[in-house]
C-alpha cells in the first residue's frame, strides 16, 4: 500500500541502521543477532544489549511474531498522521525474540486485540521507504 500524500517524519540513515532499512526495501525484516550469547534485538546497535559484546551479524526474520503491548490513538500529535486515526502503535516481539515498535494494521475493532495474539509481519511503503507493520492472523 503506497500512500503518498502524507509526509510522515522520516528516519535517521546511518552506517549502523543502513542494513535494517535495505533488508526492509528487498522485501524481509532483518534484526541482529550476537555471535558470543545468541540473543537477538532492534533496534540496531552496536553492541549486543544482553552481553555487550560487538561481535554480532544480521539475519532475516521469519515474519512471525506476537503482540506484547499496545495503545489506540484516536488523537493525532502529527498532522501526517490525522488521516488515519484510530490507529494502534504495539511492541511486537518476533518469533526469533526481537522486539520492535510498530503498527497492527487490518484491525476494525482494536478492541479484538490481546496479548500475545498471533501478527504475521506486512510491508508497507510510506513516502518510498519500506516500514515493517503487522497484521493479526486469522483463525481458520
Known amino acids: 500500500m503506497e500512500n503518498t500524500d502524507l509526509n510522515i517524519p522520516m528516519p535517521e540513515f546511518n552506517q549502523l541502521n543502513q542494513p535494517y532499512w535495505d533488508s526492509l526495501a528487498q522485501g524481509h525484516l532483518s534484526f541482529q543477532h550476537c555471535t558470543c550469547c545468541a540473543h537477538n534485538w532492534l533496534p540496531p546497535r552496536s553492541e549486543c544489549p544482553h552481553c555487550l559484546e560487538d561481535k554480532w551479524t544480521w539475519q532475516a526474520a521469519s515474519g512471525k511474531a506476537k503482540l506484547i503491548s499496545w495503545v ?7 498532522p501526517a498522521f490525522a488521516q488515519r486515526l484510530p490507529y494502534a502503535v504495539a511492541v511486537v516481539e518476533l518469533a526469533e525474540g526481537a522486539r520492535l515498535i510498530s503498527n497492527v494494521v487490518g484491525v476494525e475493532d482494536f478492541e479484538s486485540l ?27
Do not use: N, S, T, W
Open 72 to 78: 489506540v490513538y484516536h488523537m493525532a500529535y502529527h
Open 114 to 140: 490481546k496479548i500475545d495474539q498471533a501478527l504475521q509481519l506486512v510491508i508497507e511503503k510510506e513516502q518510498g521507504l519500506a516500514i515493517p507493520r503487522f497484521r493479526p492472523l486469522k483463525c481458520i
